[in-house]
């Protein structure tokens, strides 16, 4: 039962980490258009600084350094891991998520080894999304196991 309700999570997680953000989003994760308030089709500094997480970013996202955030800007940087999980974790931006950073994740951490395919050490989301792939999903009538004391 643990490690089910262990790798639901995780693979709760890892859905979370890999989901395509749209526009229609929540106001804590605003999609492109909602950034733009002054609709010139580009989110400038000013209006990411009302968001922290783009503002930390920011610099990083900002590709061609041009004080802006285009819309293939923001496509790429979240499409390579620099919004959600993945990102979060990878505290050196090298794409990939080693031992020591899985460490801030107590999931992650506990399941590193099974998740590291080729255990070279580090894990891509490759690797991360495989594995979560392989789990065995709970079908939605199926009877709860017990808890045992």
């Known amino acids: 039962m643990t490690r089910f309700l262990l ?6 997680a890892c859905s979370i980490a890999f989901a395509a953000p749209t526009d229609a989003q929540s106001p804590s994760r605003p999609g492109a258009s909602a950034l733009d308030k002054n609709g010139d089709g580009f989110v400038s500094r000013d209006e990411a600084s009302n968001h922290p997480r783009l503002a ?3 610099d990083r996202i900002d590709a061609n350094k041009d004080g802006q955030l285009s819309p293939d800007e923001l496509r ?9 999980h993945h990102g979060r974790l990878d505290v050196n931006n090298d794409g990939s998520i ?6 801030t994740a107590p999931r992650l951490a506990q399941n590193f080894d099974a998740m ?4 070279d050490g580090v894990l891509t989301r490759d690797e991360m999304h495989a594995w979560r792939k ?3 999903r709970p079908t939605p009538n199926a009877p709860v196991e017990p ?3």
Request: hydrophobic share 30%; charged share 30%; glycine share 6%.
């Open 7 to 12: 790798a639901t999570a995780l693979s709760v």
């Open 56 to 58: 930390e970013s920011f």
């Open 76 to 84: 790429t940087a979240r499409r390579s891991g620099h919004h959600g």
């Open 98 to 103: 080693s031992r020591d950073e899985a460490k």
């Open 116 to 119: 590291d395919a080729n255990k």
């Open 147 to 149: 808890v045992k004391p």
């Open 134 to 136: 392989a789990q065995p």
